[in-house]
């Protein structure tokens, strides 16, 4: 039961992705709001994933979701205010030249974004 489950998904998340590169050569906008409400059907890519749920430029703690309709987290933000990563221009953020902190996991995601 749980391997028809998996199969499903992954074959309408397929057909999602293929209906919104055909869609997006025909021209239809594949990225906006709607009812308030952000959608984004484009293909998800490793910069994407990047810039929405690890952002340091970005102070929201909700954005817009990689694939579908409506908001993740920013969790750069959100362990921002929870206190577990330095303020911006805070002393014990400028480590090695990266004034935002979270370096390591900056690094690992740089060199994720790299393969792409």
């Known amino acids: 039961m749980k391997k028809r489950k998996l199969v499903a998904i992954m074959a309408g998340?397929?057909?999602a992705i293929l209906a919104s590169r055909k869609l997006e050569?025909?021209?239809v906008?594949?990225?906006g709001e709607f009812?308030?409400?952000p959608y984004d059907f484009r293909p998800p890519t490793l910069g994407k994933?990047?810039?929405r749920c690890w952002n340091p430029d970005d102070?929201?703690?909700l954005t817009p979701h990689i694939f579908g309709?409506?908001?993740m987290v920013n969790f750069y933000a959100l362990a921002q205010s929870l206190g577990l990563l330095p303020q911006p221009g805070s002393a014990q953020c400028v480590?090695?030249?990266d004034r935002r902190g979270g370096n390591r996991l900056m690094a690992v995601l740089r060199g994720l974004e790299s393969l792409s």
């Open 13 to 15: 998340v397929s057909l």
């Open 25 to 27: 050569r025909e021209g």
């Open 29 to 31: 906008r594949l990225e």
């Open 35 to 37: 009812l308030g409400v």
């Open 49 to 51: 994933i990047r810039e």
């Open 59 to 61: 102070p929201r703690l």
């Open 69 to 71: 309709w409506g908001w």
């Open 95 to 97: 480590v090695k030249g």
